[in-house]
């Protein structure tokens, strides 16, 4: 069976998320609420709360292609995250540091951008 570029991206991604729930001790369910979670961070980072931004943070938290931009920008920060990584094994400060790592990931000026470049003027042709 051959095998492409996405199916061995797809592959390393699962065995990066594997190694996140084994370094981290935590449940796949973990995983993903805290993926689900920082999502939300994001967005209410971008729009404030007391802003009038209440009808766009429930229109884009609820919008497949706003989940399809965060899950493709957590999965790099996963994989950036790990590079740094030596071990395989449960390391109990692994999972505090993650998420300060990822808390820091959501205040970048980068992640901002691409979220205007990519995912805002994607969503604005669309519509």
């Keep these: 069976m051959k095998y492409t570029k996405v199916d061995k991206r797809n592959s390393r991604n699962c065995q990066d998320a594997k190694k996140v729930m ?5 449940t796949e369910l973990g995983y993903y609420l805290i993926k689900f979670e920082y999502g939300c961070l994001f967005l209410e980072k971008i729009l404030p709360e007391g802003e009038g931004n209440e009808m766009l943070y ?17 999965t790099t ?8 990584e030596n071990s395989d094994e449960f390391d109990p400060v692994f999972i505090d540091d993650f998420k300060k790592s990822l808390f820091r990931f959501i205040a970048l000026s980068e992640t901002e951008n691409s979220f205007s470049n990519n995912y805002l003027k994607m969503n604005l042709s669309r519509n």
């Design 22 to 26: 084994v370094m981290g001790n935590i």
């Design 77 to 84: 920060f996963v994989n950036d995250f790990l590079k740094f």
């Design 58 to 74: 429930t229109y884009h938290s609820q919008n497949p292609n706003y989940w399809t931009w965060w899950n493709l920008n957590f």
